[in-house]
Structures are given as structure tokens and as C-alpha cells.
């Protein structure tokens, strides 16, 4: 049989999957002879046993229990339950994994009517003696009995109140008496049983409670938000106690070996004297900095200090640790790495490599991704957050300031006179675009984490808010309210984190973003490591540059349908789709291409010699125009109005097409392609557009690399069409031009079927993109826009979806397409670029996937090329390392 | 070198590939001995070589015919261009498969000024040799130099006005004469170039004309139409020239071996005396019944009695000949197999097994399944048809007469008034679908051949006019004006015609369907061979039973949400989607667990001992509510009127519902195993309702066979939680009673992923159904609604898409998916019940495709299943013979 418990000296190597991260902690603190309290550990395998047993102890536990109390009361000098000399202990929960506060712990267990008293006879000290047994017959009733502490801050409370006191620690030892023993009472009243007096049967039912405080819903809901199993289990650790609240001498504190929040060098925590660990964590009395312990007590502090530098040597991170003095001697309870902030954890994993404590791997390998996604936003201070009126989806991360506006002509006319604005909208369309261009932040009522309004502003790098649904949003008036009637009207001025969803009243002072030298050098370090390329999507020239800056070796997708925005660009549109003929048609469209090429001037020369992949025309052209209804109101308000003749007929005629082209299910219906192949001349004129651009920067000596890429291909023959008719229009222009240029044609894989015939497809073309949004949403059967309100969100919380596919990309269906396209494209075309330029493209988890199946890059929004290089890094060092995930 | 020429008693067999169906059938007729002219085929090879060689015939060629016509000579004992003795040809084409009037025919070539003289002399019959070089010179003008007919016709014209005659047979010897010479004028006027007076030089012109007219506009319409390869090519036959207008013991005809519209076992077919073969064709002259010959003359008829039994006897199969009787000897032209109506192939089929002329087998392959499915709906009686109004989609077959209706309320209402009516709407929706069951036939003006109409329309066995964009429906005013402004007013009699698209003015006679006794048998032989088992798509107990009278052997797909429909049942399905709790949604579900017991027990009784797979509610909750403008509109309408306060309430949460229900992109919403999922209490009470009426069916003494099939599943925790579900409420209705029944859960597969986690999905589902229709639309991302009016007909056209794939199966894509599905099904779980219920189910080369890939059975609509009987046995019989179709 395995071994279920582990002395903290156990010779033998277990790590934390056994003993939890307290436990081994402890241990590992024990062998490099730190000064610990001696304890052991009952390990996971025996939470996990509990369980499978249907929730009791395994046969013979309590009587291992038992034998290494008997050790530990050798080894402490002091008996269990002995009233003359009473051993008291600790007995703590300790996950895999850190779950701060998840869980449950008892202090000073093996306290009865008995012992209470050779404890106050031996320190000297009665009010400590009932101190302690009253916190102790508190936690143990909450923890084992499942009675409230509220119940039993009332007895307190009922007792300052007779002494005439404010504080607990001014009540006197008689008063903590009467609160022990009105406790035992309240403790009977309500369980019907006396407060357990056997210290025997306090420690088993102790054990037990931990193991079922696994299974607490706070617990299940933490992890089920961290991804960790069910099934892992809790450790339970028994440690001999040590008291803090033993006088001026004493105390306790936790303290982290670097500044968590700056990852600045030097100790950082704080201490309270005379008190008990959960005395810091409850705040009735304000701790004070470490740095004062220096004054107070220099030795402890310079202990302290040293084993500081010795945990950080030895786990080679930053600890988190906690400590309890007795009577100036140092005692360590806990040490585990230390959270801290994106900034923080830069600077840490750079300066350790400096150290020489770690390696460039090891400092790549310990930035969450999305963690550097936060260094790229300004954020709120976060000195100054206050409550928030309404908290919606954290869509997009930064934080705005501005004063609110109802219609994107509103934000333009606002940001237009100077101001800094925010544009609230049920949710956003196309139409919006040039108010969310012009708004410092988005806030909408409805829509999810994939809305229209996230989406865009996730691609332009600025904060929103979405699917804000407790705030009711009443256009007419311009009024919003907020739960609890707060209401906010045009022009007030609101603040929004994008980070966390929160949306604030008045103006919060911002903290710039830091892009540190750190973060610069970690960057680099995770090119050497990564084999995948990263690409950016970017559809302007401003955000080509930007992407940059940020390290994009490329443009994986610019959307061209953007360029079609814009007031006097979408009247031209709309003369394309008015025409009625081939020649009608090329009017507008010599319009059109003259715009696109000056547009695609700007994007080839800020990406000079890097690729830039250009797609054509996607969203059905509906969208350009009106609605049919207001189509139809405004032909006959031109009519009522007796508007010229010509003028009716325009209106007729974009009547008559709004009917036309309106759509059951837009997604799949009359887009991408198929437009392309229908309207040939639509997509020529991008086509001439892209190469003449490309011409020109020639000629001016810049080196333009430009790709035509075709999207919703679902067919080989589409492929072949558009393929042949991108290579007669560019080879058109260079030979008109006398000029040669290397050029790629390709398509997005977004239709399934696309994949399904990746070989044919790669006969005509030279790059894949997987276009995942469209790819997920067609393999799923799930229209984004409208799962997110109605299901998606209900499928992931019961379980029937691990995880929102249109964040982290599904293995299993859609990435099952994506493998095999990768395969068949590669099978007929060997040097077949392929890449991927849907959302997943910034998402971790994704990119990992991507660097496993050998894709060439990944492109993501400007403000996420950082974190795709550090993730591309990291997927390349766990594959080395043999630790990349593998779903079933 | 191939050889290049075959003379029709070549003895090297060589089939139609290289000769061509009309050298085939001559040379097989020399062959078996009977009377053929003597002549030679060019092979289909050269048409192809031509063709490679960019339009010139290839080199050597000329010297092989001419070497060619030398041995015609010999024969004939004439020679080519001998004014004394002139041999004449014709030059016919006739390519692999008869592609009837669409490539070209010369006759009496050979013929110049001096050679016309001679025949002249030698026949001693002047109007007989002019009136053959005038009709030359007219139709190598026309095949050759691209003058058209009607340019001669006019120099008839006025030659028969100048002899004031009115026919052409009453122009005489003289006038003839001076139409050819008129004629030769025109073509030298036209071209430029004199009328070509050598003999040879007219030979190669004629066949290169031939070869050219493979690629004629018509002819590749054609092979488009019937999915004829382009390359196939044609062959040009060169037949010594037989004279069927040399007297009035002469004559020329077509003849049938059996009847070609019933099948019956007769000599059928016409012939006009004293007449070259164009003449019957022109219709100028009205040509005798054959019958008639037998008095006129008997011993030719006899002769030819006896060649049509030897030809059906050589051939097994009817036969289609032309005949030529030059002065009393009768001549074949050709035999081909004869084309017939559904009900002649049926008949001929059947008889030729009981005369032992073929096996069974080859009886059930030689019947279309498409013919098939004409016999099964009445049609418009074939002599009283007239001209149509306007021709839209032929969406569903069959003819119905009625007065028109513009909406389903009158629909119903003149229905009920004891009127037949067809239903006329812009396109149908399933609020319309009372009116669909009370007309007798459905006419829509937009919508494809799977627009909502037609589908519904064939599901029911009506017939259906889908997408007849040429009428303009003015629905306020119930008028239908046709082009020509013909108007149609609510009230007028029309004819439809779902097989052909027609629509007609007026009541035409219809003609009953004729389920023969040769039919069942011909049905009963090909169960004796298919594999796949077939079962049809049935909503009601009426369609039930007409399925199973069909040779249904059970039912695929039973869709619930019919039985949603109707006015009282919407009110409490309404109620249903307006309960705010799942309390208050207990009341309308208890009262559809009622309704939907006794929908169950209707088709469960109706399918007694076979089994019935039954879908659970599908479409989208917004599909049983109002469009939010008209709730919003009815709530407004309740305040105004001072409606009750608790009225008021209702419109009010309808009117919430009904935005919170509307969807972008409604096919891949919130609808499927989605709601089921979401409101768990909806399934449970379909299921329990299913539950319920077998368990009273088994009480009956009925042996009830269910299948609970979950839509639209796409992952391995849907297929979970919906097979638990269905367990549990099934076994404790079973439990309750004390009865046990065997049944299953299965699921759709309709979205991609869920092919793709088949092996998943098997764990937990006992069938699979392959939903076509929504995994063809998800595979390509065409909305069919959307796709087929705007650009799926174009890309047919372009040859983008081979066809439709919501008719015929794509094999390369969706076909991967079902194929994989099949595979990773069976592998998890070997005995899974795999079929198939989209549309495609009913489309013989899809059905092929499902034999193919294993599938246990097909559904299809109930007026399909005899069809997909024969298309289930051919696929066997083919794959038997090594025939099998396999794209790529």
C-alpha cells in the first residue's frame, strides 16, 4: 500500500501532487533547515480514497494518524490532550495548486476544558489560553460543525459590550473566558451535542472536514474558473502550533521575496505583533509594513531577510511566504511562489535570468501570455477604484474615460470638438465604425465576448465593455439606468475597464501602459525560442505600424471591406451595387479603384519587405446599404417631397436592391467569394488596386510583398477561377509596367468544406489562412451573434462545452479540420504557406495548437502580437520539454 | 495508328465509344444480315483529334475517305461525282449517346449541275433529282456555310407563288430546278464564293461541319443538361443514300418495336410515301399511323414486323428505327434504343422478363428511378396541353387544378367551402402550412427547388411551382399579372404542373396516377436486391400509412414541430415560450403532452411492428412567434382599445420574447438539441409523450417500435446529457406501467463536428441519421434560402458547382463527412443504425453514394419511397457488375 502520510523530514522525495503545495513547501523548508514547526502530511491519494469510499476515512488511516502523533509529540516534548503539558496543533488544507482561501483551516486543535487551563498554567498567560480556545471553538464549529462565526461574534459582541470595550484585544481574560464557555453553549444549543472535549476525536473530525471542504461550492466554482480537476484532491497538513499572540515579542505576518506589484528586489508584506494568522486576513487591526520590522525586531527581520534569499535560491521564483514569531523566535508556515502583476512578473523572470537564478527557457516559460496582454493598456489606478455602477463583459482590455454618447455621429461630432467619449449602443454594426473609431471606449448592452462591438474593438487595441445587461439603455432619451436606479445621462462622464467589465461613474485617473526594457528583452528571448511566425491582422496603415512596432513579421489579414466605409466611400459602394450592368458597374468601381490603391499604398510602405496578405471583399453586400424599411421611408419622403425624378430612381433602385439582397442567414448566404465570382469585375478592381499599389512603392524603391487572398473558397473550382483571374490582373499591370514582383494568391479556410478539399484547393493555391471564427461557427452550427446571448454561455456553465470555442479553439472538430487541411494542402503543395488569422490567433491556448500542428504562423490583432510571441515561445519550449497540452 | 474508319460490316468489333450510337446500331444491323445501305463511320477519335489539333482535320485523314468512298463505290456500282452514274451519301453524325436534333445531317450529297442531271436521266425523274440537289443545296448551305433554312424557304415561296401552288409537293419538275439554281445564286451572294460543285470538297466540308457541330450551342446545352462529358466527340457516318421519294412505292418513317407511351407489345410509329426523311420531321405532310402500311404495303410491313422482332431480340430492348422504301425495298437508317414514358419502361421492362428476353436484373436497371416517381402523381393529360402563362421551378411533381388563393386563410376557408384551390405566396414559411395542407397545389413566386414550398410541397406528395419570378404577385390587390400582361385574379381557375414548372390559364384535364401490377413487380424484383433498406420521412398517421403502403419498411424521420402548428396548439406552444419559470411552463407542457400523446399514437398504430424514429422539436422558438413589428403593433393596438390589464401583460412578454428570440442567422441558432438542453422540461415532455402512447399502443396489443432522435447535436456531452435524459424518462414511464419495449436514442448529424466526433457521439447514441440538408449548408456555408436565388444557380451554370448540391449529395465534401461518420460510428459501437433523412435520401446518385458508404438505410419523402427502392437495387446491381459511379 502507499505511503499516506509524510513527515515534513521524510527522506523521501514527494512533490506536491501528493503532499499539496503546502505541504511540500513545508517539507522542502524543512530539509534546506529552515526553521519550521515540526508536522506531516496526509497526502491527496487519501482525499481522493475518502471520496471513492463515498466520504469516510480509509480503514487504518486513523490509527497511522495516530502513531505520528505520538512522533510528533516526542519530537515536541508535549502530549496530546496531556493538560499538564498540552501539544496543540494546526490542521490545514493544501491543494496541487494554490485555492487561497478556498478551503478550511483549524487552529489550535487539541484545546478542551482540560488543556485550556495547563496551557494558561504553562505560558503564564490566561488571556492567551482563552484567547485561543475561544478562536479555536469558533473555527472548529464553522469548519467541522458548520455553525456561522457570526453566531459567535455575537457572543463577543455580547461581552465587549458588558465590559464596555471597542476591540477584542481589549477584552479581558475573564470576558474571553465567558465567550469560550457561552461558545461550548451555543455550540450544544444548536447541534443538540456538546463541543467535542476528546482531542482525538476533534482531530479526526478536523481531517474530515478538510477533506470535505473540497467539495465546497466556492471551491468547485474556483476551480472550475482555473481549470484545475475535480479529482485532485486536498492534502491535509498537521502542524505543531505556534503562537503569534504569545505577547509584544510575538507576532505573525506574510512576506514576499520581491515587490509582487513593481517586481522590484526587495522584501515586501507586512506584520501584525501579538496576534494570530487569521488576525491579518480579517483586518480588524491595520498590519504594518515589513519594512518597520527592521526597527522593531532587527534580528527577526534579518532572518527573515536571509531566508528570503535562501527560498528564492532554492525554488528559484519569488515566494510568498508566512511566518508566525513566538517569543522572537522566527517560525516559517508557508512558502509558495508569489502572484504578482503582469509588470511584476517581467521584471522578476528577466532579473532572475540576470542572476543567474534561471535560464532565458525558464523566464519565457513563466509570463502568462495574458498577462503581457495587460502591459499594453492603459489601466485604472488601481489605488482609486471605487465600486462599479454595472459590471458587463471584459471585452476588450484598457481602460477609458469619457463622457457618454448614444449614436456613433454623436462621437464624431464630440471627439470632433476635442472630446474624449464613450459610445453606448444596445450593440454595434458596420455603420458604427467611424463612432467607434472616434470613441475612446465601447459600451454596449448586449452582445458577448465575440460581439461585432468586441471583435473590432479587440482589433483596434481599445477598451470595451459588452453585454452590459443590468444597465437598461433607453436611446430615445438618452438615459441609461444602472441597478439600483443610478442614472447616467448624454454627456455625463463615465469610466469603463475593458480588463474587468466594470463600468464606473465619473472620470478615474488612468495608469499609463509600461512597455519596460524588461519586457523588451523577454520579448526577445522568446523569438529565439518560437518556430511559429506571428503576423499581425491589421486594416490601416496605423495599425500596420503599430503591429510593427510590436514585432509582427507580417500582415496575416487586412480586411478590405473597412476600406469601404466611410461617408463618401459608401455612396460609391452604393452606386457599385446599384448599377444594373457590367458598364454601369465600372463608374463607381474606377472610383473605388483609386481610393483602394492610395489605401493600399499606405498599408505596403509602413510594412516595407514584410508580407502583406490583403483579402478581398467579404460581407454580404447588404451590408452597405439601408435597411429595407428605411429604404422604403426615405424613397417616399422623396416622393411626398417631390425630390427630381432622378433622384426617385436612385431610391427606387436602392429600395429595390435592399429587398434583393436581404438575407435569412447572412453568415452563409451571398459574401466572400461567390461575390467575387458572380461580380468578377468587383474583385478585378481590388485586384489592379493591390498591384498597381504594389507598382508604384517599386518604382519608388520601396519593396513591396503583397498576397491576394480570397475568402470563403469552399470548392476547387472556386479556387481555380479566382486564382486565373488574380494572376491575368497582376501579371496585367507588371507587364504593363515592366515590372517584376514576387506575389502570392491564396484563400481562407473558414466553409468546412474548404478543408475537407485542402488538396484540391492547394493546386491553385499558394497560402492557406484558417479563418477560425467562420471555421468554428460552421463546424459548431453556431452563429456567433446569436449563440452568445442564448446558449453559449448556459453550455459552458453546465458543462456540455468545456470552454467558449470562439476564445480557445475546439481540438476536436475544428481542429481536426485544421489538421487535416494543414496535411492535404501540404500533401499537393509541399511549400504551402499556411497560417491562421481568426481570433484564436491571439489566444494562447490556440497558438500552442497552431505550433502543434505545424502551422507556419499565426496573425492576431495589433495589441496581441507581444503575447502570440510569447505564447509561440512557450508552445515551442513545452513541446521540447514533452508538457504541451494534449486534449484526450 | 488506331483505325480511323469502320465500314459498317467491319468484322473487329468495336462498340459506340469510337462509332457512335447511330454507326453502332447500322453496323450491328449489318451485321445480324438486315437491310442497311452500305457506308463507313469515322470514329469519335478523330472528332476529339480535330478538336486537339485546334479545328483541322488530321493529316492523312482525306486520303483514308477517299480510299474509303473508292470501296463504297465498288460496291455500290456507282461513282462518286460520275455525271453518267453518280453515287450519293449522306454524312450524318451520331455521337456516343443520341442527343436527338442537336448535331447536323446532310443528304443527297454528291450532287452538283452535272451529276443532277444524270440521276435525272438515270432514275428517269426529273422533279425527283432536282427536288434532291435543291433540298442539298439548302442543307449544306445551312450545316456548312451558316445560311439559314430560312433564306431558301423564301426562294420556295416564290416559286410556289409564281405556279400558284401552296405545297411543295405540287411544285413542279421546272419550278424545282429553278430553286436550286436561285438557291446556288443566294450562296454566292451570301458567301461571297460560288455554290462548291466538287463532289470531294463538299465531302470534307460536310465532315469537318459535323465535327464543328459537336460544339454548337444546343449541343453543349444539351450535354449540360444530361451530363454528357465534352469530350466524348462525335462520329460522322457516310451512308450511300436510299431515295424514299423516288413514287409512290416509296416512302420513309419511324417505328417503334412496343409502344412507346404504354409499353404494350405492338409495331408503332407513322410514314409518309414519296418522302425524304426531313419531311416527316418538317411536318409539312401529316404522316400515316404505321398500321395503315399493312393495307398500303403488306409484304414491306411484314418485313419490317420481322426486322423489329429481330432487332429487340439482337438489342433486348424496344427499339426506335428509320426506315427508307425505295421503290417497294425496304432500307434501315438506323435503330436506336427507343425512348418511352415511365409507364412504357415499367411495362416494356416486366415483359421482356416474361418473354425471356431479359433477366430480372436488367429489368429493375433499366428503369429511371426519376421516370419512376412521375408515375406516382396525376398529370396534365398530355394531348390537352396547352401554352403556359409562365414557367417557374418544377419543385415538386404532380398537376393540380384550383382556383387561386392568395393566402392560407382563404385557402382553408375555400377549402372547407368544398373548392379546389392553389395557394399562392411571394414564398411559403411554416405559419402558411394549413394552407398547404388544405390546397391542392403550391405556387410561389421567389424560392428554390428547397425553398420552404417545395420542400413541404414534396414531403406531402403536392404538387409545386416554386420561384416563378416571371409573375408579378400584387398581394393587396390579388392580382397576378403574367408577362404579356395576362392577369390573374383571386378566384381564376389555373393548372400547375410540379413536374415541368408550367403554370397554366384555366383547368386542363388531369390524368390519374397508374400504380400498374407491372410496377409492383418490377418494385418487388428490386427488393429482392438492394441492401439499403428504405423508410420515409412522415409526419402524420395519413402520410404514415401512405408510406407503408409505398414499401416503407418504417419511418426515418418524424418531424414534431408540425404538430406545433395549428391555431389552437400555437396559442399553447405560445404560452409555453412566454412561462418565465420552469413552474409556470408546466401548465401549456402538460397540455402539449396530451396533443403530442395522441400525435404519437396515430403513427405508432399507423407503423405497427415497424420502427419510427421521431425528432424532437427543431426550429427556433421565434418560428412560433409573431415577427416583433406585428407584436409590437398588437400590443399597441391592446392599449389603445383599453384591452384588460392581464392582456395587456400577455402582448407585453410576447412582445420581450419575441426580440429576445430574433436571430441573426436563425439556421445555426438557438434551436435544435439546444432547447432541448436549455429547457430540458421540452424534450422530457416529447419524449414522455412518446413513451406514453407506446406504452397504451403495447397495452392495445400494438407493437410499437420507437426511436428518439436528438437534433442537431455537434458534441459528446449533448449526446450525454440528451441519452440520459431520454432514458430516464422513458424507463420510468415503462417502470410506471410495468411494460417493457425495446427502443432507441440516436441523434442527427447535421452540424460537421458532429461527423467528426462520430466515435464520440456513438458512445451514447444507438443510430445516427445523416440530417443532409442542414450538413449541406453548414459543409459549403450556403444558406439554402439565401444561395439559391442569388448565386447557386450561377455557379451551376459557371461550372462551379457540378449541380445542386441540395439535390445530389456532394461526395467530396459532405460525403467525407458522412463517410467518416459511418466509420468512427461503427468503430466505437459496431451494430450503430446508420441512415440517412435529408432530402438527399430520395436522389437515386445520392442514394447510390449511401449504398456505397455502407449505410443501413435511406428516408425519403412517402411519394419517393418506390423510387428509392429501384435506386437502392440499382446501386447493388451495379456495384454487382463493377458499374458503380465514383466521382474523382
Given at each position: 500500500?502507499?505511503?499516506?502520510?509524510?513527515?515534513?523530514?521524510?527522506?523521501e522525495?514527494?512533490?506536491?501532487?501528493l503532499?499539496?503545495?503546502k505541504?511540500a513547501?513545508?517539507a522542502?523548508m524543512?530539509?534546506i533547515?529552515?526553521?519550521v514547526?515540526?508536522?506531516?502530511?496526509?497526502t491527496t491519494?487519501?482525499?481522493?480514497?475518502?471520496?471513492?469510499?463515498?466520504?469516510?476515512?480509509p480503514?487504518?488511516l486513523k490509527?497511522?494518524v495516530i502513531?505520528?502523533?505520538?512522533?510528533?509529540?516526542d519530537?515536541?516534548?508535549?502530549?496530546?490532550?496531556d493538560p499538564?503539558?498540552?501539544?496543540?496543533?494546526s490542521?490545514?488544507?493544501?491543494?496541487?495548486?494554490s485555492?487561497?482561501g478556498?478551503?478550511d483551516?483549524?487552529?489550535?486543535l487539541?484545546?478542551?476544558?482540560?488543556?485550556?487551563?495547563?496551557?494558561a498554567?504553562?505560558?503564564?498567560?490566561?488571556?492567551f489560553a482563552?484567547?485561543?480556545?475561544?478562536r479555536?471553538?469558533?473555527?472548529?464549529?464553522?469548519v467541522?460543525?458548520g455553525?456561522?462565526k457570526?453566531?459567535?461574534?455575537?457572543?463577543l459582541?455580547e461581552?465587549?459590550?458588558?465590559?464596555?470595550?471597542?476591540?477584542?484585544?481589549e477584552v479581558?481574560a475573564?470576558?474571553l473566558?465567558?465567550?469560550?464557555?457561552?461558545s461550548k453553549?451555543?455550540?450544544?444549543k444548536i447541534?443538540?451535542?456538546?463541543?467535542?472535549?476528546d482531542?482525538?476525536?476533534q482531530?479526526?473530525?478536523a481531517?474530515?472536514?478538510v477533506?470535505?471542504s473540497?467539495n465546497n461550492?466556492?471551491a468547485?466554482?474556483?476551480r472550475?474558473l482555473?481549470?484545475?480537476?475535480d479529482?485532485?484532491?486536498?492534502?491535509?497538513?498537521?502542524?505543531?502550533m505556534?503562537?503569534?499572540?504569545?505577547g509584544?515579542?510575538?507576532?505573525?505576518?506574510v512576506?514576499f521575496?520581491?515587490?509582487?506589484a513593481?517586481g522590484?528586489?526587495e522584501l515586501?508584506g507586512?506584520?501584525?505583533?501579538n496576534a494570530?494568522?487569521?488576525d491579518?486576513?480579517?483586518?480588524?487591526r491595520t498590519?504594518?509594513p515589513i519594512k518597520?520590522?527592521?526597527?522593531?525586531w532587527p534580528?527577526t527581520?534579518a532572518e527573515?531577510?536571509?531566508?528570503?534569499?535562501?527560498?528564492?535560491k532554492?525554488?528559484?521564483?519569488?515566494?510568498?511566504?508566512?511566518?508566525t514569531?513566538?517569543k522572537g523566535?522566527?517560525?516559517?508556515l508557508q512558502t509558495?511562489?508569489?502572484?504578482?502583476?503582469?509588470?511584476?512578473?517581467?521584471?522578476?523572470?528577466?532579473?532572475?535570468?540576470?542572476?543567474?537564478?534561471?535560464?532565458?527557457?525558464t523566464?519565457?516559460?513563466?509570463v502568462?501570455p495574458?498577462?503581457?496582454?495587460?502591459l499594453?493598456?492603459?489601466?485604472?489606478?488601481?489605488?482609486?477604484?471605487?465600486?462599479?455602477i454595472?459590471v458587463g463583459?471584459?471585452?476588450s482590455p484598457?481602460?477609458?474615460?469619457?463622457t457618454?454618447v448614444?449614436?456613433a455621429e454623436?462621437?464624431?461630432?464630440e471627439a470632433?470638438?476635442g472630446?474624449s467619449?464613450?459610445?453606448?449602443?444596445?450593440?454595434?454594426?458596420?455603420d458604427?465604425?467611424?463612432?467607434?473609431?472616434?470613441?475612446?471606449g465601447?459600451?454596449?448592452?448586449?452582445?458577448?465576448?465575440?460581439?461585432?462591438?468586441?471583435?473590432?474593438?479587440?482589433?483596434?487595441g481599445k477598451?470595451?465593455?459588452?453585454?452590459?445587461?443590468?444597465?437598461?439603455?433607453?436611446?430615445d432619451?438618452g438615459v441609461?439606468?444602472a441597478?439600483g436606479g443610478?442614472?447616467i445621462?448624454?454627456?455625463?462622464?463615465?469610466?469603463?475597464?475593458?480588463g474587468t467589465?466594470?463600468?464606473?461613474?465619473?472620470?478615474l485617473p488612468?495608469?499609463?501602459?509600461?512597455v519596460?526594457?524588461h519586457?523588451e528583452?523577454?520579448l526577445s528571448?522568446?523569438?529565439?525560442?518560437?518556430?511559429?511566425?506571428v503576423?499581425a491582422n491589421?486594416?490601416?496603415?496605423?495599425?500596420?505600424?503599430?503591429?510593427?512596432k510590436?514585432?509582427?513579421e507580417?500582415?496575416?489579414l487586412t480586411r478590405?471591406e473597412?476600406?469601404?466605409l466611410g461617408h463618401e466611400r459608401?455612396?460609391?459602394?452604393?452606386?457599385?451595387?446599384l448599377?444594373?450592368?457590367t458598364e454601369?458597374?465600372?463608374?463607381?468601381?474606377?472610383k473605388?479603384?483609386?481610393l483602394q490603391?492610395?489605401?493600399?499604398?499606405?498599408?505596403?510602405?509602413?510594412?516595407?519587405?514584410?508580407?502583406v496578405?490583403?483579402r478581398?471583399?467579404?460581407?454580404?453586400l447588404h451590408e452597405f446599404?439601408?435597411?429595407p424599411h428605411?429604404a422604403?421611408?426615405?424613397?417616399?419622403?422623396a416622393k411626398?417631397?417631390?425630390?427630381?425624378a432622378?433622384?426617385?430612381e436612385?431610391?427606387?433602385?436602392?429600395?429595390?436592391r435592399?429587398v434583393?439582397?436581404?438575407?435569412?442567414?447572412p453568415m452563409?448566404?451571398?459574401?466572400?467569394c461567390?461575390?467575387?465570382i458572380?461580380?468578377?469585375e468587383?474583385?478585378?478592381?481590388?485586384i489592379?488596386?493591390?498591384a498597381e499599389a504594389a507598382?508604384?512603392l517599386?518604382?519608388?524603391g520601396?519593396?513591396?510583398?503583397?498576397?491576394?487572398m480570397h475568402?470563403?473558397v469552399?470548392?476547387?473550382e472556386?479556387m481555380?477561377?479566382?486564382a486565373e483571374?488574380?494572376?491575368k490582373?497582376v501579371?496585367?499591370v507588371l507587364?504593363?509596367?515592366g515590372i517584376?514582383?514576387?506575389y502570392?494568391?491564396g484563400t481562407?479556410v473558414?466553409?468546412?468544406r474548404?478543408?475537407?478539399v485542402?488538396?484540391?484547393?492547394?493546386?491553385y493555391a499558394?497560402?492557406?489562412s484558417?479563418?477560425?471564427?467562420d471555421?468554428?461557427?460552421?463546424t459548431f452550427?453556431y452563429?456567433?451573434d446569436?449563440a452568445?446571448?442564448k446558449f453559449l454561455g448556459?453550455?459552458?456553465?453546465?458543462g456540455?462545452?468545456p470552454?467558449d470555442?470562439?476564445?480557445s479553439?475546439?481540438?476536436?472538430g475544428?481542429g481536426?479540420?485544421?489538421?487535416?487541411?494543414?496535411?492535404e494542402g501540404?500533401a499537393?503543395?509541399?511549400?504551402l504557406?499556411?497560417g491562421?488569422?481568426?481570433e484564436?490567433?491571439?489566444?494562447p491556448k490556440?497558438?500552442?495548437?497552431?505550433?502543434q500542428?505545424g502551422?507556419d504562423y499565426v496573425?492576431?490583432?495589433?495589441?496581441?502580437v507581444?503575447?502570440?510571441?510569447l505564447?509561440a515561445?512557450?508552445?515551442a519550449?513545452?513541446?521540447?520539454?514533452?508538457e504541451?497540452?494534449?486534449d484526450k
Open positions: 500500500m502507499a505511503k499516506r502520510i509524510y513527515f515534513f523530514d521524510d527522506p522525495p514527494v512533490g506536491r501532487e503532499l499539496g503545495g505541504g513547501g513545508l522542502e524543512t530539509r533547515g529552515l526553521p514547526p515540526y508536522g506531516f502530511t496526509v491519494e487519501v482525499c481522493r480514497e475518502y471520496y471513492r469510499l463515498g466520504g469516510r476515512l480503514d487504518g490509527e497511522e502513531q505520528s502523533m505520538h512522533k510528533l509529540e519530537k515536541a516534548g508535549k502530549k496530546f490532550g499538564s503539558n498540552p501539544l496543540l496543533i490542521v490545514r488544507s493544501g491543494a496541487r495548486v485555492m487561497p478556498m478551503m483551516t483549524i487552529l489550535n487539541g484545546l478542551n476544558d482540560e488543556t485550556v487551563l495547563g496551557l498554567r504553562l505560558t503564564n498567560n490566561e488571556r482563552w484567547d485561543s480556545y475561544r479555536f471553538i469558533t473555527m472548529f464549529s464553522d467541522v460543525l455553525i456561522s457570526d453566531e459567535f461574534e455575537k457572543v459582541d461581552v465587549k459590550e458588558k465590559e464596555h470595550v471597542k476591540y477584542d484585544a479581558s475573564e470576558g473566558k465567558e465567550v469560550a464557555l457561552k453553549e451555543l455550540v450544544q447541534t443538540g451535542n456538546p463541543f467535542p472535549m482531542v482525538w476525536e482531530l479526526f473530525m481531517i474530515e472536514a477533506f470535505r473540497w461550492p466556492r468547485i466554482l474556483y472550475q482555473n481549470n484545475i480537476p479529482d485532485w484532491g486536498t492534502a491535509v497538513n498537521i502542524v505543531q505556534v503562537f503569534g499572540n504569545m509584544d515579542d510575538s507576532g505573525t505576518g512576506a521575496t520581491r515587490n509582487p513593481t522590484e528586489k515586501y507586512e506584520y501584525l505583533t494570530q494568522g487569521e491579518v486576513v480579517a483586518g480588524i498590519p504594518k518597520e520590522m527592521a526597527q522593531e534580528n527581520y527573515l531577510t536571509h531566508v528570503a534569499a535562501l527560498l528564492e532554492h525554488f528559484k521564483d519569488m515566494q510568498d511566504m508566512e511566518f514569531v513566538e523566535k522566527l517560525y516559517m509558495r511562489s508569489g502572484k504578482r502583476t503582469a509588470q511584476a512578473a517581467v521584471t522578476i523572470a528577466v532579473d532572475m535570468v540576470h542572476e543567474g537564478l534561471i535560464d532565458k527557457e523566464a519565457v516559460l513563466r502568462s495574458e498577462d503581457v496582454n495587460h499594453l493598456h492603459k489601466r485604472i489606478d488601481p489605488s482609486a477604484k471605487g465600486n462599479p454595472a463583459l471584459a471585452a484598457g481602460a477609458a474615460v469619457g457618454l448614444f449614436s454623436e462621437a464624431v461630432a470632433s470638438a472630446k467619449v464613450i459610445l453606448c449602443r444596445p450593440e454595434t454594426t458596420p458604427d465604425l467611424h463612432g467607434m473609431v472616434a470613441a475612446q465601447i459600451l454596449t448592452t448586449r452582445g458577448g465576448m465575440t460581439s461585432h462591438a468586441a471583435v473590432i474593438a479587440r482589433g483596434m477598451p470595451a465593455v459588452t453585454g452590459t445587461e443590468s444597465l437598461k439603455l433607453d436611446l432619451n441609461v439606468t441597478p443610478v442614472t445621462k448624454r454627456g455625463d462622464v463615465v469610466t469603463i475597464d475593458g467589465g466594470e463600468v464606473f461613474l465619473g472620470a488612468l495608469v499609463e501602459p509600461e519596460s526594457a519586457f528583452e523577454l528571448w522568446a523569438d529565439e525560442f518560437r518556430r511559429l511566425g503576423k491589421a486594416d490601416t496603415p496605423e495599425d500596420a505600424a503599430l503591429a510593427r510590436f514585432g509582427a507580417g500582415i496575416g478590405t473597412h476600406m469601404f459608401t455612396q460609391i459602394v452604393q452606386d457599385m451595387i448599377a444594373e450592368t454601369e458597374r465600372m463608374v463607381p468601381l474606377q473605388l479603384l483609386e490603391r492610395s489605401d493600399f499604398i499606405g498599408i505596403l510602405k509602413a510594412m516595407d519587405g514584410l508580407p496578405t490583403i478581398l471583399l467579404d460581407p454580404p446599404l439601408p435597411e428605411e422604403a421611408k426615405e424613397l417616399e419622403q411626398r417631397n417631390g425630390a427630381p432622378e433622384e426617385i436612385r431610391l427606387e433602385r436602392l429600395y429595390r435592399t434583393q439582397f436581404q438575407e435569412h442567414n452563409m448566404g451571398f459574401r466572400g461567390r461575390l467575387g458572380i461580380y468578377p468587383i474583385y478585378e478592381m481590388q489592379r488596386a493591390v507598382v508604384e517599386k518604382k519608388q520601396y519593396n513591396p510583398r503583397f498576397q491576394i475568402p470563403l469552399g470548392t476547387e472556386e481555380k477561377f479566382l483571374m488574380t494572376h490582373v501579371n496585367e507587364g504593363n509596367n517584376e514582383l514576387d502570392k494568391v481562407m473558414e466553409v468546412p474548404a478543408a475537407l485542402a488538396g484540391d484547393l492547394a493546386k499558394e497560402f492557406f484558417f479563418g477560425t471564427n471555421l468554428t461557427q460552421l452550427g452563429s456567433r446569436d452568445e446571448g448556459a453550455y459552458v456553465q453546465k456540455i462545452l470552454e470555442p470562439f476564445i479553439l475546439d481540438r476536436n475544428v481536426r479540420l485544421v489538421e487535416l487541411g494543414v496535411t501540404r499537393t503543395r509541399p511549400e504557406e499556411v491562421i488569422c481568426g484564436h490567433g491571439g489566444d490556440s497558438i500552442e495548437f497552431c505550433h500542428v502551422l496573425s492576431a490583432s495589433p495589441y496581441r507581444p503575447l502570440a510571441r505564447a515561445a512557450q508552445a519550449l513545452k513541446e521540447k520539454r514533452g504541451i497540452f494534449k
